[in-house]
């Protein structure tokens, strides 16, 4: 199992595919598979039932995501919040910390009306908040640390596969 985790707009999900795609692995995103058990956006339940309730549907899908066998995960940004979340990535696949400034997330958002903890009146600060809170998070669950900055796609793919060569693991890497 191959995870991705990284600000909103790092790149998980568009790299994640990829990466998939050239591993023979099937992609999963965490949070279009909770859109799916939802039957509503996360914007749309975050507005109704509030954050906490969203990060323990968040909590029970990456439990279940993450012992279903391999795969390449893309999780929501804030999914390593919980310490259960970090311990559950951690201990069961290769987690790849896909690392972008603030600065360049908000370049690539700044258009995106779906992402809901963007929508206030400054969301380049917005992300400089959840920058300093999640960015040791991210470290600490990570196994390796990929830094965005401005390469392409193909780029970052090759870096992780790169990366898991190695070490000496497949697309079926557990934890260690």
Do not use: W
């Not at 790299?15 to 998939?20: D, E």
């Not at 309730?53 to 029970?60: G, I, K, N, S």
């Not at 793919?157 to 190695?166: A, D, F, H, W, Y």
Request: with cysteine.
């Amino acid at each position: 199992m191959i995870v991705l985790v990284g600000l909103p707009g790092s790149g998980k999900t568009t790299v994640g595919r990829q990466l998939a795609r050239r591993l023979q692995l099937p992609f999963v995103d965490s949070d279009h598979e909770i859109e799916q058990r939802l039957g509503c956006s996360i914007r749309a339940f975050f507005e109704r039932e509030g954050e906490e309730r969203f990060r323990d549907v968040e909590a029970a899908v990456i439990d279940e995501l993450t012992a279903a066998g391999p795969m390449v995960l893309s999780t929501g940004g804030g999914a390593v919040l919980r310490a259960e979340n970090r311990r559950c990535l951690k201990a069961r696949g290769k987690v790849f910390y896909l690392r972008s400034t603030p600065e360049d997330v908000f370049r690539r958002l700044r258009h995106d009306r779906n992402r809901p903890l963007l929508q206030v009146a400054d969301p380049l600060q917005r992300l400089r908040e959840l920058y300093a809170v999640r960015d040791p998070l991210y470290r600490e669950v990570a196994h390796f640390v990929i830094e965005t900055g401005r390469p392409s796609v193909a780029t970052l793919v090759n870096m992780i596969v790169m990366q898991l060569e190695l070490n000496g693991e497949d697309g079926e890497a557990s934890g260690g």
